[in-house]
């Protein structure tokens, strides 16, 4: 079977069996893509001729290239589901990369801004033209929701539902969830819907039903949310090193902190483990000292 066959196949089977997201899917090509090149240095084009020699050989390049522990694992668990899909088909006798001992991530905390960053955040957006209307809609509804930008991306505007304030959010592999949008993010939502949208709307060649739109009417990309979240951020943080995904470490750090149960903050985040929101139980400066003064006899 030629090597785009078993790539092909494999997307298929993410696509269709496992609902995977693009996000995911792109990953996966990008790295089962990765180790094809790197079999080419091999001089070998055939999947089911690696061996365990082979994975050494590209273990060894992947940390001599300096990739980041998380990175080198994401590439051996994509490499590893693929060959155990081919295994389940047949083309395989064994998973070469099923004894692969993933590299341990370092413990990090999340990234996230003060519940006051976020209000001079949100000061900076009091624009009335349609893209500023856009941008504070963007950010307002990431925070008040904790979505991924991939899953703010994708909504459509029947996904919104002001009159009740949820919006309905496809997470990962295609799972469905309600989320509640605070007050100011639903004005931010209307002031755009009503106002903002109908005017971007007004210069597209194809309507579309894509909530945020680009300059040109049509919808606006995950990457073009991740721009326009990134610079949005940095007038305000300059001496931070922000990324759009920490709106979403802010919200659920800011829940916790302020008394939100943690399989609540799961089930808003999408979260399929609880190991997953426990990240967010880091405790912040302004809480510790907080609880300290009100539990400590003599504070």
């Known amino acids: 079977m030629h090597e785009q066959s078993w790539i092909n196949q494999f997307l298929t089977y993410l696509q269709l069996e496992k609902n995977s997201s ?11 893509l990765d180790f094809k090149s790197f079999m080419k240095i091999k001089r070998s084009n055939d999947f089911a001729a690696v061996s365990t020699q082979d994975v050494r ?14 990175t080198v694992s994401r590439k051996i ?32 905390l999340p990234t996230f801004l003060y519940e006051e960053e976020m ?30 930008v991939s899953e703010c991306s994708q909504l459509s505007i029947h996904a919104i539902d002001l009159s009740i304030g949820t919006v309905l959010v496809i997470g990962k592999g295609r799972k ?14 209307h002031d755009y819907i009503e106002d903002g949208r109908k005017k971007l709307l007004a210069k597209a060649n194809n309507p579309t039903s894509a909530l945020f739109l680009n300059y040109r009417g049509g919808q606006l990309s995950d990457r073009s949310i991740r721009t326009i979240v990134q610079t949005r ?4 943080s300059s001496n931070k090193r922000l990324r759009p995904h920490d709106i979403r470490h802010s919200f659920a750090t800011h829940m916790l902190n302020n008394g939100a149960d943690l399989r609540v903050v799961q089930e808003l985040l999408g979260h399929e483990h609880l190991s997953t929101t426990q990240i967010y139980t880091h405790v912040t ?4 000292r907080d609880v300290y003064k009100h539990a400590h006899p003599r504070a």
Do not use: W
Not at 78 to 97: C, D, I, T, W
Not at 176 to 189: M, N, V
């Open 57 to 70: 050989d590209y273990l060894t390049l992947l940390f001599e290239k300096e990739y980041a522990r998380k």
């Open 22 to 32: 693009i996000h995911t899917i792109n990953n996966y090509t990008r790295d089962i």
């Open 77 to 108: 668990s994509a490499l590893r589901s693929f060959y155990m899909f081919h295994m389940r088909e047949k083309h395989v006798s064994e998973n070469v990369f099923a004894t692969v001992v993933l590299p341990k991530s370092g413990e990090r």
């Open 119 to 148: 209000k001079e955040l949100f000061d900076s957006l009091m624009g009335h033209e349609a893209l500023d209307q856009r941008d504070r809609a963007i950010l307002e509804l990431l925070y008040a929701t904790g979505m991924r």
């Open 233 to 236: 951020m940095e007038k305000v």
């Open 176 to 189: 469905e969830r309600y989320t509640p949008i605070g007050a100011f993010a639903c004005d931010a939502l």
């Open 285 to 288: 400066k302004d809480r510790l």
